[in-house]
């Protein structure tokens, strides 16, 4: 699919699987991830992982500039002030002028606290951001920030590191139809198939973390998903067939004995 490009603010992508950089055991482990993942778009939340203090081991030695797209993440952020906050404090250290976006609303289920983000969304796309917004899988929500000048939107499947897979696939269904901007399921899935099912619904990539991080063997799992990314992409340009309540023969009857 050479011709298949994933274009988002005049950035073309070359994967639509993109990827987290925590849990990981270390950096070491954490660089051949995304190597097998075939990801060319990594996130990383600054306030967790270092990537602004180049006097102490940094996450960005182990990424090359040149392969890969570091996108900074507002992860651990309850406010919208500290969100902003930290977005700055990315792009003043050279990181990015793109920002993962989360404001998150509450400790224990990690939803987004969306009048929050939508604000901070707003300061940062006038300061010149191009934010992409970690959004929970509310249609209406997802018009609001693309109303306030987000390229793309980012929309849960389940909850953060939940492992659960697409909860809602109906709620993603009608996000896809509503918004004319590309649409990455973010959080929740759980192995390759649930990656599949996001690509054959529609969307135009898949965000994971804790599901390549927190599997038994990282490395493996980021290749699987990979490789179920391209599957469900495909699947979803090939068109699926259509569903039949009876059976179907195979094989034509005409000219049986």
Known sequence: MTDDRLIIAGREFKSRLWVGTGKYKDFVETQKAIEASGADV????????????????????YL????????????????????????????????????KLEVIGDEKTLFPDT?????????????????????NDDPIVAKKLVDVGCPAVMPLAAPIGSGLGIRNPY??????????V??????????????ALAME????????????????????MAEAMKHAVDAGRL???????????YATASSPIEGML
């Not at 709620?171 to 004319?180: G, S, Y």
Request: with cysteine; charged share 25%.
């Open 201 to 220: 619904y529609g969307a135009d990539a898949v965000l994971m973390n804790t599901a390549i991080a927190g599997a038994q063997h990282p490395i493996m």
């Open 235 to 245: 699947a979803f340009k090939a068109g699926r067939m259509p569903r039949r309540l």
């Open 115 to 135: 009048a929050g983000l939508i604000e901070a969304a707003k300061i940062l796309v006038k300061e010149g951001f191009v934010v992409f917004p970690y959004t």
């Open 42 to 61: 990594v996130t990383v939340a600054v306030r967790r992982v270092n990537v602004t203090d180049r006097t102490k081991e940094n996450l960005l030695d």
């Open 64 to 99: 090359d500039p040149k392969k890969y797209t570091i996108l900074p993440n507002t992860a651990g952020c309850y406010t919208v002030e500290d969100a902003v906050r930290y977005a700055r404090l990315a792009r003043a250290a050279g990181v990015s002028d793109l920002v």
């Open 182 to 195: 590309p649409v990455i399921v973010d959080a929740g899935v759980g192995t390759a198939s649930d990656a």
């Open 171 to 180: 709620n993603l269904k009608i996000i896809l139809e509503t918004v004319k």
